[in-house]
């Protein structure tokens, strides 16, 4: 009987243990799907809200080097960007009308939390070379979730508070390695680039839910037009 007894307590016990490691996943899951994209979206709002007060205020991080060595058709060089903070606005009309992050300077985990991160080894916005951003695909916001529609032709436009930056996609979003760091070369050698240029990379995790490869488009600098000239055709169709 005191066995019958035992066996019958350590069931309950087990049970109980398994209804709460269960709770604590859907617990978990919660916060990943939920808390952590509540935070991240308020968290983005708030860089934008940040950059839109300095643009007002006149205090926009643009600066020409040296005029003298600009060629007549080169962006005015942006200053040096702070690290970890927004610079810039981006904007990609195919993931939505209301589709808007903060770009921050670095990859950094933290940063990554805030908004979209630009690979502070690559080239300025606009400025020749490869201008690179990464972005979460799940979680915090979820910014890149929809990447794999992401298609040839499309427009990523940018603005940095002077200027606006239209961006054309050239491929389908192409799966590589974490390893892969050629595809922030200056002129990436998968891209079908043949020399220098104006491009833009965008990377972001997948699968959706995991982080074994990496999914890329690349783009090239399309137009360019001052703010004071109104929103570029990209985003007024």
């Not at 019958?4 to 109980?16: D, K, L, P, T």
């Not at 643009?62 to 690290?83: F, I, L, M, Q, S």
């Not at 921050?104 to 805030?114: A, G, I, V, Y």
Request: glycine share 8%.
């Amino acid at each position: 009987m005191s066995v019958g007894v035992s066996g019958r307590a350590v069931v309950r016990s087990f049970s109980e243990l398994c209804i709460t490691v269960g709770a604590l996943i859907v617990l978990f899951v919660v916060y990943v799907l939920f808390w952590t994209g509540i935070k991240a979206d308020a968290a983005m709002d708030s860089q934008i809200d940040q950059l839109q007060d300095q643009w007002a205020q006149g205090s926009v991080p643009a600066e020409v080097d040296d005029p003298a060595e600009e060629a007549p058709e080169e962006p005015p060089a942006p200053a040096a960007y702070k690290d970890g903070k927004p610079f810039a606005v981006m904007y990609i009309p195919r993931l939505g009308s209301t589709w808007n992050k903060p770009v921050l300077e670095n990859t950094k985990s933290d940063t990554l939390k805030k908004g979209l991160g630009h690979y502070a080894s690559t080239a300025r916005l606009g400025q020749k070379g490869n201008f690179s951003v990464a972005g979460h695909r799940r979680t915090y916001g979820d910014p890149f979730k929809d990447f794999p529609k992401l298609q040839r032709g499309d427009a990523v436009v940018l603005t940095d508070g002077t200027t606006w930056f239209t961006y054309r996609i050239d491929n389908r979003p192409y799966k590589t390695l974490p390893s892969d760091v050629n595809v922030i070369d200056p002129v990436p050698r998968k891209s079908g680039y043949d020399g220098p240029g104006r491009y833009l990379t965008l990377t972001t995790c997948e699968p959706e839910w995991g982080h074994s490869h990496r999914l890329i488009v690349w783009a090239h600098l399309d137009s360019t037009q001052p703010v004071e000239a109104g929103k570029p055709e990209a985003l007024r169709r």
